[in-house]
């Protein structure tokens, strides 16, 4: 039961940190949550969207390795280095933090509301990155509880859409100042930087 919470507890942590940093789709989500249009339904996009990326990393990495048990030293130097890279980048925000900025606009409707979230989670390269092969990797040095880390990382993917939606009227101004952004950075960099480290050195 421990082992089973502290895959999870890390599931989340690491999820948590690789949706956090300024990108198109949070700026999406906080727009919407400050307009109060189609939260709900974006909301929703979001997470289920991350449920199921997350899954696809979780099996298919989780497959691999059951076939080749060699191939989660590969997995774990990669996700490593790639760990290191996305930690350093992090940091290099902490010292050039920038704004996330809502502008107003018409209001729309919730059918574009959707199809844009759903563009703006499905084409962005940097998804399949971070969901499929990052956690998927990650998940994969959990053994029989990759799954159970997979259920953590979607749990604060849900936890975070909904806090950045619907907390957004009350949130918008701190978000919208580089330096509450320098911080949600540094905790990026620190997080990514030392699972990195742990991931290479365990390899």
């Keep these: 039961m ?31 949550g400050i307009r109060r249009e189609s939260l709900l339904a974006v909301v929703g996009i979001c997470a289920l969207s991350d449920a199921a990326l997350i899954a696809l990393g979780v099996a298919g990495v989780g497959a691999v390795v059951v076939a080749w048990p060699s191939a989660l030293t590969v997995v774990a130097l990669v996700g ?29 409707s919730r059918r574009r509301a959707v199809l844009t979230c759903l563009a703006i989670t499905w084409l962005n390269p940097h998804v399949y990155l971070d969901t499929v092969f990052l956690l998927g990797s990650v998940a994969a040095d959990r053994g029989p509880l990759r799954w159970t880390f997979g259920l953590g990382a979607a749990l604060a993917s849900l936890c975070w859409f909904a806090a950045l939606g619907f907390g957004a009227r009350a949130l918008s101004r701190f978000l919208a100042r580089p330096s509450a952004w320098r911080v949600l950075d540094g905790l990026v960099a620190a997080t990514m930087i030392a699972l990195g480290a742990t991931l290479i050195a365990g390899a």
Excluded at 3 to 32: D, E
Excluded at 80 to 108: D, I
């Design 80 to 108: 490593g280095v790639f760990l290191l890279a996305y930690g350093c980048l992090a940091a290099r925000r902490v010292f050039r933090p920038s704004a996330l900025r809502v502008q107003a606009g018409s209001a729309g």
């Design 2 to 32: 421990t082992n089973a919470l502290t895959a999870a507890a890390a599931g989340f942590g690491t999820g948590l940190s690789l949706i956090v940093a300024i990108g198109a789709q949070n700026a999406f989500v906080l727009r919407q």
